[in-house]
């Protein structure tokens, strides 16, 4: 049956092994290292040759489930799971990165992905050179032969930025230059990364996937579409393996040298989380777009920026883009750092907390916290003021989260 629905796709995933026990979810193999019969054997496991697990930081059965549900939700030509979302990214540079490349991406990223490109990387000559990706030409300008990849995430936190992607595609399509999208605010179920030419996919599990903020983790997911001849470090690979050049690299060199493997205990946390993606981002979903209507309404909130608002610039492409769904961050703005701090303190079912998308209602201030390494400069081009306040939306009742705000409002 090959026309399932993402949810009973997911659910249904077969592992690689049956259960001896006939267990209904594979279970927590909470083990450094697998015995083998032979001699014979192991080497072939070692080898590659034959497949099978030998030991936990290069591979593992509750890690690969959740590896086989990912492949099997998305298509994808390969999946790796990484102990976090920043290791997904980082391995998946040191794979397709050498000295003298650069990247090509937006200064609206994730605080440690800018970070590792603008700092980490370039420490190793790898250059990171911003711009703005909804400005077609400006990206053009910024690509040449050592580009090793165009990264973008699909909704920017905490800007709400969405970019044109079949435009970028097509860009990257043009120039071979690889496409790596971050698309942890809107995973698979949401985006059809394999469908707009994207050819690696990074998702940080510690996010929806996670099942209500329980563990860290991340994926690498290889749609095995790029060709790798156009990447000067996978080259001689691609010649040799083709399609499988980067999985190569990665599995075999990358992936088990920097040793940040996925603990079992997570991988089965988001194995399950992952069972209940679809049910719990629609109701995150719905519960944003009431509360950014309903904050739209009132007259001491200043600003309302959320891409599900018909007023917003992003409205028609994001809809497009994300299966009709807008994410469940939220950023809201108040006159003053001291009526945002007045209002925080007084909410009492809201927490104050970074994170995002948990099941429950998060609130943050990220010009004191998030970005407090920044240069005021600095926060205004990531367009971070200190009049605002990101609100990352849960599953509670949606009443029940007005109530709340309306009543911290009233004490402003
Ligand atoms: C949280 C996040 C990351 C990093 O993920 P971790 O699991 O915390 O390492 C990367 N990208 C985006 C867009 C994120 O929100």
Request: aromatic share 10%.
């Amino acid at each position: 049956m090959s026309n399932l629905h993402f949810s009973t796709k997911v659910i249904h995933t077969s592992p690689s092994k049956k259960d001896p026990h006939g267990a209904l979810h594979v279970p927590v193999y909470n083990n450094a290292a697998f015995e083998f019969e032979t001699s014979e054997d192991i080497a072939l496991a070692f080898s590659g040759k034959k497949p099978a697990h030998s030991y936990s930081r290069v591979s593992n059965p509750t890690v690969e489930y959740l590896e086989l549900q990912l492949k099997n939700i998305t298509g994808a030509f390969a999946v790796t799971a990484v102990a976090s979302g920043m290791a997904a990214i980082s391995n998946a540079f040191i794979t397709v990165a050498q000295q003298g490349n650069n990247i090509v991406t937006s200064p609206h990223l994730f605080g440690n992905t800018y970070s590792l490109f603008s700092q980490t990387f370039q420490a190793f000559g790898i250059e990171v050179r911003f711009c703005d990706l909804t400005n077609i030409s400006e990206i053009e300008s910024k690509i040449d032969v050592n580009t090793c990849a165009i990264f973008f995430e699909t909704i920017t936190n905490p800007q709400l930025e969405v970019v044109d992607i079949p435009a970028l595609s097509k860009i990257a399509a043009k120039h071979n230059v690889l496409l790596i999208a971050d698309t942890t605010a809107t995973p698979p179920y949401f985006f059809n990364a394999k469908k707009y030419g994207i050819g690696i996919e990074i998702i940080s599990c510690t996010k929806f996937i996670s099942g209500g903020g329980t563990s860290i983790g991340g994926l690498i997911v290889d749609y095995g579409t790029y060709d790798w001849t156009h990447n000067k470090k996978l080259q001689a690979h691609a010649e040799k393996h083709g399609q499988g050049a980067f999985n190569i690299k990665l599995r075999r060199e990358v992936y088990k040298n920097l040793g940040a493997c996925l603990s079992p205990e997570n991988a089965y946390l988001q194995s399950l989380g992952l069972e209940t993606l679809a049910l719990r981002t629609d109701k995150c979903c719905e519960n944003t777009l009431q509360l950014a209507q309903w904050l739209s309404k009132q007259t001491k909130v200043k600003l309302v920026n959320f891409p599900g608002l018909e007023n917003s610039k992003y409205y028609t492409l994001t809809k497009s883009l994300f299966n009709g769904k807008f994410g469940s961050l939220l950023t809201f703005d108040l006159t003053s750092q001291e009526q945002c701090f007045r209002f925080m303190d007084n909410l009492k079912l809201i927490r104050r907390a970074t994170n995002l998308q948990d099941n429950k209602t998060l609130i943050i201030h990220p010009y004191t916290t998030i970005y407090c390494d920044n240069t005021p400069e600095e926060k205004q081009t990531m367009g971070i003021a200190d009049t605002m306040m990101r609100l990352s939306v849960g599953i509670e009742y949606a009443d029940d989260l007005i109530a709340d705000i309306q009543q911290a409002l009233d004490k402003i």
